[in-house]
């Protein structure tokens, strides 16, 4: 246990929820009591002091308890990133078109008339794909992304381009840094 706890290093928090009463009682993160008070879940930032309710909507279910069951554990929260583990994505899926009418050919379709249309689509019913556009490039980019619920699919995508604007900007510096370098070096 005294391994466990030191190789962790996250925020413990705890749950101890009883029910009993006849109606099932929902377990919710605001249930989760945080040993760091500047370390709570995104949902139970706003809390009212209650002892016993289901929660706001924003509020995550954990799980249901009958009358007379009891729920306690402790449990571990450390922060991680998607590139270590995919458990830490708040994304289930992410899917991107840029050509909904096949115009530009990158994708040959065996029996054109076969394949769904795209939501996307310009074309007439008849239509199954458009003319070929010998020097067309890609100018309208569609995104489509599913939440797991611990974000906003807006936030998800705001928090991605903070996170490329940050690392691009890194580049650029470090870039300048080494034409400094250079320039030293010659003169």
């Not at 040993?35 to 799980?63: A, F, M, Q, W, Y």
């Not at 008339?113 to 070929?132: G, I, N, R, T």
């Not at 699919?153 to 705001?158: D, G, M, S, T």
């Amino acid at each position: 246990k005294q391994w466990y706890q030191r190789r962790v290093r996250g925020v413990e928090l705890t749950l101890d929820v009883r029910c009993n009463e006849e109606t099932p009682r929902h377990v919710t993160t605001r249930d989760l009591i945080s040993s760091n008070l500047k370390c709570i879940p995104v949902t139970s930032k706003v809390r009212d002091h209650e002892t016993h309710g289901d929660g706001s909507p924003d509020d995550i279910l954990i799980c249901k308890l009958r009358k007379g069951q009891h729920l306690k554990m402790k449990m571990y929260a450390r922060k991680g990133f998607s590139k270590e583990h995919n458990k830490w994505s708040p994304c289930s899926a992410v899917g991107f078109e840029y050509d909904p009418d096949n115009a530009l050919r990158h994708t040959t379709y065996p029996m054109a008339s076969e394949w769904p249309k795209s939501d996307y689509s310009e074309l007439e019913e008849e239509q199954s794909q458009a003319v070929y556009e010998v020097y067309g490039k890609p100018e309208k980019f569609w995104y489509n992304i599913e939440s797991i619920g611990s974000l906003k699919p807006e936030n998800i995508v705001l928090t991605g381009l903070q996170v490329l604007k940050k690392k691009l900007m890194d580049l650029q510096n470090h870039f300048n840094n080494e034409i400094a370098k250079e320039a030293l070096y010659i003169g």
